[in-house]
Structure formats: structure tokens, C-alpha cells
Nanobody
Framework: QVQVVESGGGLVQAGGSLRLSCAAS????????MGWYRQAPGEQRDLVAT???????NYADSVKGRFTISRDTAKNTVYLQMNSLKPDDTAVYYC??????????????WGQGTQVTVSS
């Protein structure tokens, strides 16, 4: 079994910063991929940023230069540092983790989501 728990959301004024965290736990052998997605009301869930086991990163055009994804391998944790936040960044942010577990099992796990609200 694998669990994924996000934290760090909240309410912030435009121009402010927030840092999201996502920790994976359980029967983990290795983590191949960690990513952040977001979903605004009435919208589809969109990619925000991803990072691979080789530390290759990818960002949505709308967040490039403002958001930074990073990971702590020892803690099985991924972070999303969000700076210069805009009202359009308001959404529920979800963490996705692709894990190789014991006995060769593979998990594609999502967190429960954390609300980020940016006021103008």
C-alpha cells in the first residue's frame, strides 16, 4: 500500500508565495515520477509541473519562471514553490506519484488535493 498526502495550500494575496508539499509513504522501492496538477471549478485537471527520477523537470507555460518543482529523495517528498501568484492560479492542487513497490508492484497514486486561493 502507498499513501500520498499533500499540504501547504491556503489563501494568499496576488503577488504572494506558497509552498506545497507532497509526501509518499508505504511500501516504496523507488519513485519514478512526481508531479503537480491543478483543477479549477468547472475546468479539467491540468499539468502544472513534473519531475522525474533523473531530476528532469517540465512546467506548464503559464507557470514557467514563477513556480519551481523540487524533490527530497530521502523523504519521498516533492515540493512546489509558487511565487508571484495570480488569481488565475486559484485551484485545487493535486500531487501524482508513480511508484515501484515491493514484489514489482507499481502504483499511480494521487493525493486528496489542497486548495490554493489567490485574492486580487
Amino acid at each position: 500500500q502507498v499513501q500520498v498526502v499533500e499540504s501547504g495550500g491556503g489563501l494568499v494575496q496576488a503577488g504572494g508565495s506558497l509552498r506545497l508539499s507532497c509526501a509518499a509513504s508505504g511500501s516504496i522501492v523507488s519513485i519514478n515520477f512526481m508531479g503537480w496538477y491543478r483543477q479549477a471549478p468547472g475546468e479539467q485537471r491540468d499539468l502544472v509541473a513534473t519531475i522525474t527520477s533523473g531530476d528532469s523537470t517540465n512546467y506548464a507555460d503559464s507557470v514557467k519562471g514563477r513556480f519551481t518543482i523540487s524533490r527530497d529523495t530521502a523523504k519521498n517528498t516533492v515540493y512546489l514553490q509558487m511565487n508571484s501568484l495570480k488569481p488565475d492560479d486559484t485551484a485545487v492542487y493535486y500531487c501524482n506519484v508513480k511508484i515501484r513497490g515491493v514484489l514489482g508492484r507499481r502504483y499511480d497514486s494521487w493525493g486528496q488535493g489542497t486548495q490554493v486561493t489567490v485574492s486580487s
